[in-house]
């Protein structure tokens, strides 16, 4: 219905006569008001005949129905397993046009993206055997004896892009031994996902000109960034190359481009623009004292294990399997920054990635004083400061019950000795990663102003190199607690928390490569999320501990009741007790309380002594062993036998150092008893919410489905 035939208080009120309304003036309107009770039942009638028609479309109908529509061509529900996927509106929706081309590689492709939300692409294998030539059907590339001089099918050989020929391979795909096969299909999966850093500062090894584009001075690989692929057309996945996927760059890809570029601009040719396109789309920028990135052109693409040096022309070597930079000899810029693309497996940590449903929740109470810091924007008086120090001391001087925020607009590294930071009661202080809007003034037309509580919260992470502490004096008075929440931070050092009465702590989405301390402060409330830590030692006098979504590297030490979410601990475990889900605990836990709390659906080591377990790994496989054996209890079993079982079920992981894409990934020969273990048949550990097992699950359900007779069909993961 239009809005001019809209039965509103005032239209209804105006089909009454003019007697009516008269008199309906003159006692107050009560006829109006009833009208006006009328015109609201009659607008939830409209909305509601407006939905029944929009809920006909696959497009605009409700959430609810998207099944139903789906049921009426046949679809299968899948198990909604991430927000993305969570409605299968768009599967629905293209239903018909996938059954159309069921059976082709094009398809597969397109439904292991949307099934799954991973890049992907479709290998056929049994085009790749190698075969007598057909003299009717001469394929001049498909070669048995590969040419040594073409370095791209050489360095491809086994990936999704090899295009060499293979001999046959029997073994059966799905277990993932063989692929080289007449039925065999091929399913390449990219999971890891690629974050943005911009202008992001390089760590100096040393003040020679060697840098790394971590700022922490680790050894990672730079990713790519995919240019299309999300907007590419379905004919065109099966043909998909390196530069379509989120991966680690290649050498000798990026070095055979650059030296082309070379040679195209030495002879006024066109440039080829694969991975360097001269604007911020590029696969990394590199920075020297100057706001406009350095030239493509004046780049070197080379190995850096030894740190060697470029020479002039060059301005910046790079090497980015290593994410290493080097300068020439004698070439020392006060600052290098980098905008690059690096690998992880889920927004956790300090990193770039969106944050907004963690930090806008946070500003609940309206914020009284806000700054921001910046190394790269001009300084404000008592606004934006060039340091975090000078932000610190700022709101150290802010009365007691101020609600406060310091942002951090860059992601610069800041080498400072920080101060203390003082809360004081019921005083609130966010220290977050995120950009402050400028808009315009109301009262001053032509100026711009920066509204407190305006955060968005993406593409930063800067690095704070150096010990933070905290403090909250003792006030018995007041009943008030202070808070401090930290969001989007790499911090280099630790945290600190001086003896006082600190009421609660948030550590959101932050990274720290130190030991997280804290003193007496009996009322504390500590809470870890989506967060990495290097260690967490409290004192007796800290009465709650929350990790969920997280990793800790090492030992967790204290006389506190802790709660343990879907987490991964590599280290030790003491605590006062222990409640603990859907997590790995590598390290031995002991729980000096053990008739308070409960570990449920986790992996522990044997002899950890806790709380009792439900549906725990290895103790579950050894009990279900031991009563297929008929014995009372798993200690009955042989000691060769519980240490096979213990070893078999230990988790296993792509990677357990810290910097590397695949950190703290649980590996594709972890057991399923650990991969699949959780109480959802999730993976157990930190992962436990990208649900990989049913992401999997639902797309081998859809292969059944749109797979031709008699081909068979293999998963590979690529990352």
């Known amino acids: 219905m239009s809005n001019t035939q809209r039965f509103d208080t005032q239209r209804l009120y105006d089909l009454l006569p003019d007697i009516y309304r008269i008199r309906d003036a003159e006692q107050g309107e009560p006829l109006k008001a009833v009208l006006s009770a009328i015109a609201q039942q009659i607008a939830v009638l409209d909305e509601n005949l407006d939905q029944l028609y929009e809920d006909q479309f696959i ?34 929706a293209n239903t018909i046009g996938y059954r159309r081309r069921k059976g082709t590689a094009s398809v597969l492709a397109q439904l292991a993206q949307d099934v799954t939300g991973w890049e992907a692409t479709v290998v056929e294998f049994f085009q790749h055997l190698g075969t007598t030539q057909f003299l009717n059907h001469i394929r001049p590339q498909h070669t048995q004896t590969p040419d040594l001089r073409r370095w791209q099918s050489l360095e491809r050989i086994n990936t999704p892009f090899d295009c060499l020929a293979h001999t046959l391979d029997v073994r059966r795909i799905e277990s993932q031994q063989g692929r080289y096969n007449i039925p065999n299909i091929g399913v390449f999966l990219w999971r890891l996902q690629g974050y943005r850093m911009v202008q992001g500062v390089a760590r100096a090894i040393a003040a020679d000109g060697r840098y790394t584009f971590n700022p922490l001075g680790l050894d990672a690989p730079l990713f790519n960034q995919p240019q299309i692929h999300q907007s590419q057309p379905i004919s065109e996945l099966t043909q998909a190359e390196p530069k379509d996927f989120t991966a680690p760059l290649s050498r000798r890809e990026l070095y055979t481009e650059l030296e082309a570029r070379r040679e195209a601009i030495a002879t006024a040719q066109p440039i080829s623009q694969t991975y360097f396109q001269d604007s911020s789309a590029d696969v990394f920028q590199v920075f020297l004292d100057q706001p406009t990135a350095v030239k493509p052109e004046d780049l070197q693409i080379c190995d850096l294990s030894d740190w060697r040096r470029p020479q002039a022309p060059i301005q910046a070597a790079i090497d980015p399997v290593l994410g290493r930079l080097t300068l020439p000899l004698g070439v020392l810029p006060q600052r290098v920054a980098v905008t690059y693309t690096y690998g992880f497996s889920h927004a956790m940590g300090g990193g770039s990635y969106d944050r907004s449903t963690s930090v806008l929740p946070l500003l609940q109470r309206p914020v009284t004083w806000q700054v921001g810091v910046s190394q790269t924007k001009p300084a404000v008086a008592d606004q934006i400061f060039a340091s975090v120090s000078e932000a610190i001391a700022a709101w150290n001087s802010q009365p007691p019950g101020s609600n406060g925020i310091i942002a951090i607009l860059d992601n610069g590294t800041y080498s400072e000795a920080f101060p203390s930071i003082s809360l004081t009661a019921g005083s609130q202080l966010l220290i977050v990663a995120a950009d402050w809007l400028e808009v315009d003034h109301p009262d001053l037309p032509g100026q711009m102003q920066r509204l407190p509580g305006s955060l968005v919260p993406v593409g930063l992470r800067p690095h704070l190199q150096g010990d933070l502490t905290v403090q909250h004096p003792v006030e018995p008075q007041t009943t008030a607690l202070g ?87 590599f280290g030790s475990t003491t605590v006062r007790s222990l409640e603990a889900s859907n997590s790995i605990l590598v390290g031995k836990a002991i729980a000096t309380r053990r008739q308070k709390g409960c570990v449920r659906f986790c992996y522990l080591p044997i002899d950890s002594q806790v709380a009792q377990r439900y549906r725990c790994q290895p103790e579950l496989a050894l009990t279900q062993r031991a009563t297929q054996l008929q014995l009372s209890a798993f200690t009955l079993l042989s000691a060769a036998e519980r240490n096979a079982i213990q070893a078999r079920l230990t988790p296993l992981f792509t990677s357990t150092r810290y910097g590397d894409p695949g950190y703290a990934q649980l590996s594709r020969r972890c057991a399923p008893e650990i991969r699949q273990g959780a109480d959802d048949e999730a993976e157990m550990g930190a992962f436990h919410d990208l649900y990989q097992p049913q992401r999997e699950m639902n797309l081998r359900v859809r292969l059944d489905e749109y797979l031709r007779f008699g081909l068979e069909a293999g998963i590979f993961y690529v990352t």
Not at 541 to 564: F, H, K, M, R, Y
């Open 483 to 569: 808070q401090l929440i930290l969001s989007g931070l790499l911090v280099e050092g630790g945290l600190a928390i001086a003896e006082g009465n600190l009421g609660s702590l948030h550590i959101a989405d932050c990274t720290f490569r130190g030991t997280i301390l804290a003193d007496a402060n009996p009322q504390l409330a500590l809470h870890l999320t989506q967060s990495i830590c290097r260690a967490i030692t409290l004192s007796e006098q800290v009465p709650q501990l929350q990790i969920s979504n997280s990793i800790v590297e090492g030992a967790i030490a204290t006389n506190t009741d802790t709660t343990l979410q879907t987490s991964t601990l």
């Open 59 to 92: 497009e605009t109908c409700a959430d609810w129905v998207v099944p139903y529509l789906g049921d009426l061509i046949g679809y299968r529900s899948l198990h909604g397993v991430t927000t993305t996927l969570s409605s299968p509106r768009a599967e629905v």
